[in-house]
């Protein structure tokens, strides 16, 4: 029995989808049963038989016969005078299958079927869309930029499955245009308002553990274990490593020769600098390693407050505190610790704290001197006028200002 293109077109509806054979025919079935029970009361007496390939639908009415006038159920029974109309040997008791024409199905029931297999077609394909990417949860995924826009970025992956990068996901030296490829990890899947969204991250810790496990074997084989990353994205990020067997280097591992293994990483993160350190238990040498390249005079822990206050010659303080401040940060998040850099002044006791010249210097300079590791006057005088400006974001004409008021103080 054809089914006036129905089938027809949901075939071409299921090529385009990519929904199995089988899939589509519980579905077909499940949309005609709904039909049949809201015409007949119950779809139990009914079978359908659906040929995809084609585009073929059958279904065939179940009822026993039964003595004339002995009709309790006209869904389930038929009077054996009415069976012997259809054929004439049928007998009490027997069970008579009658085809039920698509003709008989009104213009609006076809109307819902139409409706309904649509719609549960979709569901069924958003369903598989939300479940696939459930299970991605954590993996990198490569997909083709389709439309970059101001707060977000929607991609295409391979099927043609629409996913979202948004701005906070972004890498702040991201730039994307249609067409571009772009790798990041998927961070969590929701549906909203039934459609599923798959949110991807190219600044979750997640997405550099992961590029780690691809550059280096030893992670992947579970060799060497990351115990934490923190980052700060596309500037600076750390990451403590540990080896169980003493004949791997985890650090090396992860660095490579002459950083082979970790260069592509950087690039793949817009030239973020990665610190590996080798991780301890330790928390004075863990500290000491998670500030370098600034080198540590002594270290004074508060366990009770999770508080460590460090020592050291001033000129390393601005090394230990980073651009911006982020070493210093990613340092004290690695560790678990609230770090408080001091210097070792032992000769430095007629230096003066920067903040003594908020009345001549604008608190914001100060403010940025300050991000720097130069908290007092001499720190700053210290540094080159070049060495300001490389570190900061101040202006010739600012450093200068500040240089000539801080000299007026030991004048």
């Not at 500040?402 to 000299?407: A, D, P, T």
């Amino acid at each position: 029995m054809k089914t006036l293109g129905l089938i027809d077109s949901f075939q071409e509806f299921k090529d385009f989808k990519n929904i199995d054979r089988e899939t589509l025919m519980r579905i077909l079935e499940e949309v005609f049963r709904a039909v049949l029970a809201k015409r007949y009361g119950s779809e139990d007496n009914f079978d359908i038989i659906v040929n995809i390939d084609k585009g073929d639908l059958e279904i065939f009415h179940n009822r026993t016969i039964v003595e004339d006038g002995q009709v309790t159920d006209p869904n389930h029974e038929i009077a054996l005078s009415d069976a012997l109309k259809i054929e004439d040997d049928f007998e009490v008791g027997e069970e008579l299958s009658e085809p039920i024409l698509m003709s008989e199905f009104g213009r609006r029931e076809i109307l819902s079927i139409r409706q309904n297999l649509v719609s549960k077609i979709q569901d069924y394909e958003k369903s598989l869309i939300f479940q696939k990417y459930k299970e991605k949860v954590g993996e990198i995924v490569v997909g083709e930029v389709y439309q970059p826009w101001n707060r977000e970025i929607l991609i295409l992956d391979e099927e043609k499955i629409e996913l979202v990068l948004p701005k906070s996901e972004q890498i702040p030296a991201d730039r994307y245009r249609k067409g571009d490829t772009v790798r990041a990890v998927v961070l969590k899947v929701e549906m909203r308002n039934n459609n599923p969204v798959i949110v991807l991250s190219r600044t979750s810790p997640i997405f550099l553990e992961r590029l780690l496990e691809s550059e280096v074997p030893e992670i992947y084989d579970g060799l060497i274990t990351i115990r934490n990353i923190v980052r700060q994205p596309g500037e600076r990020a750390k990451v403590a490593v540990e080896s169980y067997d003493d004949r791997i280097d985890p650090v090396g591992s992860c660095v490579g020769v002459k950083g082979s293994r970790i260069h592509g990483i950087v690039r793949e993160l817009r030239n973020e600098n990665i610190d590996v350190i080798n991780y301890t238990q330790r928390a004075d040498l863990m500290i000491q390693r998670a500030l370098s390249p600034a080198k540590i005079s002594n270290i004074k822990i508060n366990e009770e407050e999770k508080k460590a206050e460090v020592f050291m010659q001033p000129d390393q303080v601005s090394l230990a505190i980073g651009k911006g401040g982020y070493n210093i940060k990613l340092a004290s998040k690695l560790v678990g610790y609230e770090i408080e850099v001091y210097r070792d002044t032992d000769e430095d006791y007629d230096d003066v704290a920067l903040q003594e010249f908020n009345d001549e210097i604008d608190q914001w300079i100060i403010d940025e001197l300050i991000k720097i590791g130069c908290d007092t006057a001499k720190s700053v005088l210290s540094l080159s006028k070049q060495d300001l400006l490389t570190r900061t974001d101040l202006e010739e004409e600012t450093i200068d200002h500040v240089v000539e008021v801080l000299k007026a103080e030991f004048e």
